[in-house]
């Protein structure tokens, strides 16, 4: 029995290192504000996201700092990157949403539409780097009151 219980938590802990290593998203990510830019800005103080598996998908804990000084916290859970909506928890999450559907478009790229009360207020595209060391997050979309922004975002793994 012990013998079974053991093999079965290293078949789970090797399928799931599979699928961090298949998945470029799977990491800690920091912020490069130098490399960043924010239209019409101001860009976060500071921001940072872990990104760990969850079933076929992503779950996403982002913190930071705002331009303001208010905090930045908020998560998501999509158990699948299919572009099925899923929610959003926490204080400030992009643009006020509160739906997030994330879909795969090849190894290295990502989409994701933001929503609030089903309306998308953000689309993003994530762009991976080959070598696994930073992740591109061009944004357009309104903010809380309804003006245009844009985003390049360029994060650094940890």
């Given amino acids: 029995m012990k013998r079974a219980l053991a093999s079965t938590a290293i078949a789970f802990l090797c399928v799931a290192g599979l699928f961090a290593q298949s998945n470029p998203m799977i990491g800690n990510w920091k912020l490069n504000l ?3 830019k ?10 940072s996201a872990t990104i760990e598996a969850a079933g076929d998908g992503i779950r996403n804990v982002t ?14 859970t ?6 099925k909506d899923y929610p959003m928890a926490g204080s400030a999450p992009p643009s006020g949403g509160d739906t997030i559907a994330v879909k795969r478009i090849d190894t290295y790229t990502f989409e994701s539409s933001i929503k609030k009360a089903g309306k998308v207020v953000q ?28 985003s390049v975002a360029v994060y650094e793994r940890q």
Avoid: C
């Fill in 34 to 36: 130098a490399k960043s």
């Fill in 63 to 76: 913190k930071g700092v705002a331009a303001d000084g208010s905090a930045i916290a908020y998560e998501y």
């Fill in 78 to 83: 999509a158990s699948s990157l299919d572009g």
């Fill in 123 to 150: 689309t993003n595209k994530v762009v991976y780097s080959k070598d696994g060391k930073m992740r591109t997050i061009s944004t357009k979309g309104t903010d809380k009151n309804g003006q245009p922004t844009s």
């Fill in 38 to 47: 924010y239209t019409p800005g101001p860009a976060p103080k500071s921001q």
